[in-house]
């Protein structure tokens, strides 16, 4: 493994795990209110996108995701009581269209279609938070997306191998996470803090 991978791991990991403080610092405070579906929905598909990197040998550009995965995980659980309550139709079809998704991903052997259909799924997760975020942009800590977007960003450079099934994945966060981050600063200017 060459060192530079190695530290770039580490960094990519520490600011994945930094970008979080904010958020749930925002989520006890009650100013932001986490979306229980995305938010499992990311976690799980974290979980699954680091050991399919890991088969794949992207070594220490996994690291983030993993961490991320962790924690996603504890975000939806606190969502139960500190999340958003007001869950719409639009919430279970995109919610309902994710779980659909990871049903035919476990059909496939394929661990390339695995990531493609990963992407997707997680793209899908997103709308119930892009829903909830345009109409109370407030909502969101925009600082945790920034962060998370940078650490991925850094991850991708720390990848040991880059294949298809190692970077699609972490491509598609960048580019969600941008677009959210891009509505939030535009919504935010819009509509004055409540």
């Not at 938070?129 to 450079?157: C, D, H, Q, W």
Request: net charge positive; glycine share 6%.
């Amino acid at each position: 493994m060459v060192a530079y991978k190695l530290y770039l791991g580490i960094i990519s990991s520490v600011v994945a795990s930094l970008a979080y403080i904010p958020y749930f610092r925002d989520i006890f405070k009650g100013r932001t209110k986490p979306h229980v579906f995305s938010w499992f929905i990311w976690g799980l598909l974290a979980s699954i996108t680091f050991s399919a990197q890991l088969i794949k040998g992207a070594g220490p550009g996994a690291w983030a995701n993993g961490i991320t995965g962790l924690i996603c995980f504890i975000i939806a659980f606190l969502s139960f009581s500190h999340g958003e309550k007001k869950i719409v139709l639009f919430d279970w079809l995109a919610f309902s269209g994710a779980l659909l998704g990871l049903a035919l991903w476990a059909f496939t052997d394929n661990p390339l279609w695995a990531v493609i259909l990963a992407a997707f799924i997680d793209t899908l997760a997103y709308l119930p938070t892009f829903r909830k975020a345009y109409l109370n942009p407030y909502e969101e800590t925009m600082v945790s997306f920034i962060l998370t977007t940078a650490g991925i960003m850094i991850s991708l450079l720390a990848l040991q191998s880059y294949n298809p099934v190692t970077w699609i994945y972490p491509v598609c966060l960048v580019c969600s996470n941008s677009i959210f981050i891009t509505m939030l600063f535009i919504r935010r200017r819009a509509i004055a803090r409540p």
